[in-house]
């Protein structure tokens, strides 16, 4: 059972233009969701969260939207920049227990100059 | 400030070795996991550990063991290595409420 679900495998976006990565997810239980990026041979690391009672968060360039009766969340960048280009994984926690993450399958952002 | 260091970076196994992957992190953070990565797919819990002493299954616990003596160190040991063991593995720790903060992984082929 997939809980969190990217199903665009990748993306590519001209620099300056919007970049729009999206994230379907299906148990209603997640508190938090959270977007990381990942550059080839290093570790994921945070870029921004969202709490399940807010519907939008901003921080620089990126803002995360989150649509809780569809079940969807995206992450909008703007603009774009060729150094924005590295593999996104949206994930998916619940405060308290054991605080797991659940992850998606990630989506490859390529940014052209 | 180191974060959270695992080694080794790479490695190359036998079938039928067994080894352990080490990792350590530096700021006091009561949970710790472990996750591997296989090409296209996303990030799988194999193991995780909510304080010293704790330790339960994540969703992709065969092959692997893990122990907590102390909050720091998370050491992971493939048992009997494997092909399907092949993959890049993280570890990352967190404190309550609080992101998730990674190693810059350890990619283990076994041949």
């Known amino acids: 059972d997939q809980q969190v679900k990217q199903n665009s495998p990748s993306l590519s976006v001209q620099e300056g233009r919007i970049s729009i990565l999206n994230c379907d997810y299906t148990?209603?239980?997640?508190?938090?969701f959270l977007w990381y990026k990942k550059y080839p041979a290093e570790g994921p690391t945070f870029l921004i969260s969202?709490?399940?009672?807010?519907d939008k968060n901003e921080d620089g360039r990126f803002t995360v939207f989150l649509n809780k009766s569809a079940k969807h969340l995206s992450l909008h960048i703007v603009p774009s920049q060729p150094g924005d280009s590295a593999v996104y994984f949206c994930?998916?926690?619940?405060?308290?227990?054991?605080?797991?993450?659940?992850f998606g399958k990630g989506t490859k952002l390529t940014v052209n100059p | 400030n180191a974060g959270v260091t695992q080694t080794p970076k790479f490695r190359i196994l036998k079938i039928g070795q067994s080894m352990t992957l080490q990792c350590t992190q530096d700021?006091?953070?009561?949970?710790m996991y472990w996750y591997r990565q296989d090409p296209g797919m996303g990030l799988k819990l194999i193991y995780y550990?909510?304080?010293?002493?704790?330790?339960d299954k994540g969703e992709v616990p065969n092959g692997y063991n893990v122990s907590r003596s102390t909050t720091e160190d998370f050491p992971l040991r493939l048992e009997l290595a494997a092909p399907s063991q092949t993959s890049v593995y993280f570890c990352?720790?967190?404190?309550?409420?609080?992101?998730?903060?990674f190693g810059e992984g350890s990619r283990l082929t076994v041949l």
């Open positions: 969202i709490s399940s009672i807010k």
């Open positions: 550990s909510v304080g010293a002493g704790i330790t």
């Open positions: 990352a720790s967190k404190k309550l409420a609080g992101e998730l903060f």
């Open positions: 148990n209603s239980m997640f508190d938090y």
């Open positions: 994930a998916g926690g619940t405060q308290g227990g054991s605080e797991k993450l659940v």
């Open positions: 700021m006091n953070h009561n949970y």
